[in-house]
């Protein structure tokens, strides 16, 4: 079987560790299952001399969640792996592979899309993950809300979609330097003060309303008062590309964990090539649509 996925942006502002967007860049996996002990798995395209080609391969580990969900482990399994999202740069790599492996694990077991349902795999998806923005949207396509609540003990993900205005574009910055996540989330504070809190609150609250009816909006409800400061430090040239474009009242932000910024826009390709002009040599731009599917599972 094989699977297509959306990479995906996180927080898109202000909303932190909850909102989620899907773009039109995906990453492809084709799997099969062989009776030889072990794994086959060959690699191409970006990062491809950094990923594991044995049992730590996150697509294979993803993999083996969904068969013991679904109550099986086949002796072996052939990988082909095709990444086209750059890996560490905010846009959901990591989802991608994670979301990729449930996705053949449920394709290639008998009657798995009966037994494993959407809300199942978010549940796993999000426990490996750690946070379930980015892998509820590479599920579900389009923009999703995301949070956990605790049942039983255990903290179980869930999210809700949102259809995005037709009018909406994106354009990514994507430099050629990468932010490690863990290393992000170092750089966040314990505490912040109430105002910026509330101000952030209502900012994504207004950017729900602004995805589906009001892009007009975009540029107030991308500000975001919670986290992307306190990281500039780990991507100063992001966040002089981000302040540069924010000034010039283009709704930009930085996607996910960094280092790539992201901008939200409706406009045609002369406004898309004046903010590639913004953005100088020092990023690829490279023009996105909202990608309205989620991980898509077509026959090998």
Same mark, same amino acid.
């Given at each position: 079987m094989q699977v297509q996925v959306p990479a995906t942006s996180a927080n898109l502002g202000p909303g932190f560790d909850c909102l989620g967007l899907a773009?039109?860049?995906?990453?492809?996996?084709?799997?099969?299952?062989?009776?030889?002990?072990?794994?086959?798995?060959?690699?191409?395209?970006?990062?491809?001399?950094d990923v594991a080609r044995n049992d730590k391969n996150l697509v294979i580990k993803a993999?083996?969640?969904? !068969?013991?969900?679904l109550g099986g482990k086949p002796r072996g399994i052939a990988l082909r792996q095709l990444n086209v999202i750059p890996h560490s740069r905010g846009l959901g790599s990591s989802a991608s592979a994670i979301v990729g492996g449930l996705s053949l694990a449920r394709a290639l077991v008998l009657g798995g899309n009966e037994r494993m349902s959407l809300e199942d795999m978010?549940?796993?998806?999000?426990?490996?993950?750690? @946070?379930?923005?980015?892998?509820?949207?590479?599920?579900?396509?389009?923009?999703?809300?995301?949070?956990q609540d605790s049942q039983r003990g255990r903290m179980v993900a869930q999210s809700v979609h949102i259809e995005v205005d037709a009018r909406i574009g994106a354009l990514a910055f994507i430099p050629a330097t990468s932010v490690a996540t863990s290393k992000a989330r170092k750089m966040l504070p314990e505490s912040l003060p109430h105002a910026d809190a509330v101000r952030n609150t209502s900012n994504a609250a207004l950017l729900v309303h602004a995805l589906e @009816?009001?892009?007009?909006?975009?540029?107030?409800?991308?500000?975001? !008062?919670? @986290?992307?400061?306190?990281?500039?430090?780990?991507?100063?040239?992001? !966040?002089a590309l981000l302040t540069k474009l924010r000034n010039a009242g283009v709704a930009a932000f930085i996607s996910g964990a960094g280092p790539t910024v992201l901008v939200l826009h409706t406009g045609g390709p002369s406004e898309a090539e004046e903010l590639r002009r913004a953005a100088g040599d020092k990023f690829i731009a490279t023009e996105l649509g909202i990608a309205r599917q989620g991980a898509n599972v077509i026959s090998a």
């Open positions: 773009l039109t860049m995906f990453d492809r996996y084709i799997a099969q299952v062989q009776d030889e002990p072990g794994v086959d798995i060959d690699v191409t395209g970006e990062g491809a001399d993999m083996y969640k969904g !068969f013991e969900f978010l549940v796993i998806a999000n426990e490996m993950e750690g @946070h379930p923005d980015n892998v509820a949207t590479a599920i579900f396509g389009g923009a999703n809300i995301a949070w @009816h009001r892009p007009d909006l975009l540029h107030t409800a991308t500000a975001d !008062f919670l @986290h992307q400061s306190y990281r500039k430090d780990a991507m100063p040239q992001s !966040f």
